[in-house]
């Protein structure tokens, strides 16, 4: 059975802080690794991982991906208030094409 | 270019009643994930479409919950009978096509089930 496990469950830090989210997981056909922001709406899209090694950055934003070891981390520096929402990790069901998600790291930052 | 859309964004229901769910895919995507998202709970899948077709229902309960995405027309997620645990978050995504992973998410429909 696929598994997806975020760590930590939740976290808080203060403006300016960087921090790390984790996700590791268990697909047995990998084909990819998502990243999605969640506020109080929609999860919005912001990195898909697929080969190992290789770091995706989007401003503050960076993320990478360990086929090896089974997990990526995201990373966010420089952190600020806006940053603060639920971060969601999924990947594609094996056999199936809708995403299996994480149950997500809430981030709290604080001024 | 407009995202995916869905409506309402809030739903009250009386127990026994009938919950529809609309979403509009973004343009030239015609693939469709309903998922539901528990209080505190992750986004857990429930059918997938594309025009006309069911292609995977495997998360979507077997009574009371339907889904479609005619040929016209945006894609609806029925719930008959609604029950107080039919409370959540239900998010539709789409895709381009078959193969495409990378899911946009509309705003959610937030149903109440009084």
């Known amino acids: 059975e696929d598994k997806v496990v975020q760590s930590p469950l939740s976290l808080v830090v203060h403006e300016g802080d960087t921090v790390t989210l984790n996700c590791s997981y268990e697909v047995t056909n990998f084909r990819s690794l998502l990243w999605y922001k969640q506020e109080k709406k929609a999860p919005t899209f912001l990195f898909m991982l697929?080969?190992?090694?290789i770091e995706k950055k989007s401003g503050r934003l960076s993320s990478i991906l360990d086929k090896k070891e089974l997990f990526s981390i995201l990373n966010i520096t420089a952190t600020q208030t806006g940053d603060s929402a639920v971060y969601l990790c999924a990947a594609p069901q094996t056999g199936a094409n809708n995403l299996f998600f994480g149950t997500g790291t809430r981030l709290t930052v604080i001024p | 270019n407009a995202g995916v859309m869905q409506n309402p964004r809030h739903l009250v229901r009386r127990r026994g009643q009938e919950a529809r769910l609309r979403c509009s895919p973004m343009k030239g995507h015609s693939h469709v994930y309903w998922y539901r998202q528990l209080p505190e709970e992750g986004l857990k899948f429930m059918v997938y479409?594309?025009?006309?077709?069911?292609?995977?229902e495997s998360g979507m309960p077997k009574e009371r919950f339907s889904a479609e995405f005619p040929k016209e027309g945006p894609s609806i997620l029925r719930i008959q009978q609604v029950v107080r645990g039919d409370s959540a978050a239900y998010f539709c995504?789409?895709?381009?096509?078959?193969?495409?992973?990378?899911?946009?998410f509309g705003p959610g429909t937030r149903l109440l089930v009084l």
């Open positions: 697929t080969s190992s090694g």
């Open positions: 995504a789409s895709s381009a096509n078959l193969g495409q992973e990378t899911q946009y």
């Open positions: 479409l594309q025009k006309e077709n069911i292609i995977d």
